[in-house]
């Protein structure tokens, strides 16, 4: 056969017979042939591959994403790369996007953070990509094609659980933000406005379960703290852990509510109350619309977009009572000892009386 016709059936092509196409799959597997990538990049062949932007790899949001786009890629019989964004600097995110870009090559970008959107911005505008991040505001319009979970929703849903169980208010640690607020936070702030409560101050600048038990541990000194919504679980574990130590038990003096559901979340004391994000879903969907970017016409099931879901356990419930004044106790009367069996006096017998008797 020409060497035109066995292109066509490695490329899938449909302008080839059956019986065609089945001859030349089979002389593929009888010499164990492998389709040269590099080589069909240079031809300039179709987008076969695709490079992951990331700048962390151990967060559970990076890491389920990144799990989602490699069952989809291998499913597509895309060739996948990760090039991490090691510091953050304006000079390391351009290298890491330069040295991401290969010929006949795609990008997707975790943007779930401020190297992540860096590096969006850097990639040239003739590169195939699409993006992970947060859920933009109502008048933000991404300028390229990118995927979200509504956090919105399920910050003011989780909110409205914790009034709902009598709080005053809900206080919140949030996760970094490089605009001051995030649509979590939004979520949150609407949550009490609707329902005339005071709004606290939030907190924001950490990730991590070492941030969540150093703010944990300033907000146990209030007793007006009754209730907190945290911006990962992570912050949530350490604050449950700072909790604990100031001797204010979850959830009967504070109640505490995280968010991602991570694995391990069940497995808390209390089991973490939270909101569950599909990440692993996201990544599958990111790369879906990558395919509908490049124009391929490999088939691939796209799954619905997820929706974050509150995931109700241990850790919230009603805030705790007023505290009862303790009564005096009745100081008990004082009672005579009961003597020993061997200091008791000795009996005498009973004096006969001395009056005859008839």
């Not at 000194?221 to 912050?235: E, M, R, S, W, Y």
């Amino acid at each position: 056969m020409s060497y035109q016709t066995v292109s066509r059936v490695i490329n899938e092509s449909a302008s080839v017979k059956t019986s065609t196409r089945e001859s030349v799959l089979n002389a593929i597997a009888r010499l164990g042939f492998r389709p040269n990538r590099a080589a069909r990049a240079l031809a300039g062949g179709p987008v076969q591959s695709v490079t992951v932007l990331t700048s962390n790899t151990s967060l559970y949001g990076q890491s389920a994403a990144l799990e989602g786009i490699e069952e989809a890629t291998r499913e597509a019989g895309f060739a996948m790369g990760v090039r991490v964004i090691e510091h953050g600097t304006p000079a390391d995110v351009r290298d890491a996007v330069e040295r991401a870009l290969e010929p006949a090559g795609a990008l997707i970008v975790i943007a779930f953070d401020r190297p992540g959107l860096a590096a969006l911005d850097c990639v040239p505008s003739d590169v195939p990509v699409t993006s992970m991040m947060p859920a933009p505001g109502d008048d933000d319009v991404p300028s390229r094609p990118a995927v979200w979970i509504d956090e919105y929703n399920a910050a003011k849903e989780a909110t409205q659980y914790l009034l709902s169980l009598g709080h005053k208010t809900v206080h919140h640690l949030s996760i970094p933000s490089w605009t001051g607020k995030t649509r979590r936070m939004s979520g949150w702030r609407c949550a009490l406005e609707q329902a005339g409560l005071a709004v606290p101050k939030p907190l924001l600048s950490g990730w991590s379960a070492e941030w969540g038990y150093e703010m944990g541990q300033k907000l146990a000194q209030d007793p007006k703290v009754t209730a907190l919504l945290c911006g990962n679980d992570d912050i949530a574990l350490g604050v449950v852990r700072a909790m604990h130590e100031a001797g204010r038990p979850v959830p009967a003096e504070v109640s505490i509510v995280g968010f991602d559901d991570v694995p391990f979340a069940r497995f808390y004391t209390p089991a973490l109350t939270t909101v569950r994000q599909d990440f692993k879903t996201l990544g599958k969907v990111c790369f879906a619309e990558l395919l509908s970017v490049v124009g391929t016409s490999r088939p691939i099931e796209r799954p619905a977009y997820p929706e974050a879901q509150l995931v109700v356990r241990e850790s919230a419930g009603p805030p705790p009572g007023p505290r009862r004044a303790l009564r005096p106790k009745k100081t008990p009367r004082p009672t005579a000892p009961v003597p020993k069996a061997s200091e008791a006096p000795e009996q005498k017998p009973p004096q006969q009386s001395l009056q005859a008797q008839d």
